[in-house]
């Protein structure tokens, strides 16, 4: 089972430790009484997806000994404008640098948000995943 | 618009960035081409629940005067059997030490849960979001 524990330090800091050992701050604006010492945790959501879903699509490309030497994502959200203001869209634009071929790119990014991508499956359907991608982007 | 981005290191090794400009390692056990210097993915939505409730909280205690020397959450995420292994319970534990009364604590955790944050917002319904909390407890 997966667990984490978070703890207030001061203001609006707070320490968050997962069951893996490692820890986490999270802060918030100044506005709101935060220092602004580490991301707010809406960001960390788009983060986890990012993570969750690159390290999909790198294992996938790698079964299919697609060569490649550079991968970011990128990741957008829209929030409802009342509370709570949960995400509603979420678009993921992965970029991928090297000899890719488009087909199996589409390919494990479709198995990645469909089939195997914890983060994204937590989101959906509540948010509307969408994504583009773009190889060898200047 | 809340916005982040993802690169892939090295391994499984990701940096991800939010648009606040702060940085969080995630990575993921060695099995599975992991380096474990970092949270999983799925650890992360764990405490991004964790932090967005615990700002609420302590927000809504300090507006009603409650006077508390500590305070932290434990978290714990049931996932689906199969992939993709989304959570389907995260049972959350308050936790806060101070002279607190009972009815001001639970009238904050469910202003913040039903009504505020937008993390267990963006989790719910997919995830049933349950919790305790205990007052001083030893």
Known sequence: MPSA???LVDG???VGTSASGH???MDT???VGGSDTGPRPMELLLIALGGCTGMDV???LRKMQV???RF???LDGERA???PKYFTKIKVIYKIWGDVPEEKLKKAIDLSLEKYCSVSNSLKPKAEVSYEYQINPT
Do not use: C, K, L, W
């Open 5 to 7: 524990t978070v703890r």
């Open 12 to 14: 609006m800091q707070f």
């Open 23 to 25: 820890a986490i701050v």
């Open 29 to 31: 604006t100044e506005d």
């Open 58 to 60: 790198v294992s996938i």
């Open 67 to 69: 060569q490649f030497t």
């Open 72 to 74: 970011e994502i990128a």
């Open 81 to 83: 404008p009342e509370y």
